[in-house]
């Protein structure tokens, strides 16, 4: 069965990316298929300012 998303435009918002860079076990398989199919160009990604200030806030702590 082929993903919905493929093609599509898809909103990032700040869990992922911090998800991401904290490497969360409980999360990884999400995480890495997420961003390896944004790698592979299978479909394009949104985000603004907001969640990229709020990781850089996050891991200066």
Known sequence: M????????????????????LNN?????VTDNFFEAIFC?????????APLVKCIIYLDE
Do not use: M
Request: glycine letters at 6%.
């Open 25 to 29: 076990t409980n999360y990884l398989d």
């Open 41 to 49: 160009s299978e479909f394009n990604f949104v985000t603004s300012v």
């Open 2 to 21: 082929t993903s919905p998303v493929i093609g599509q435009t898809l909103g990032l918002d700040t869990a992922l990316l911090i998800d991401l860079i």
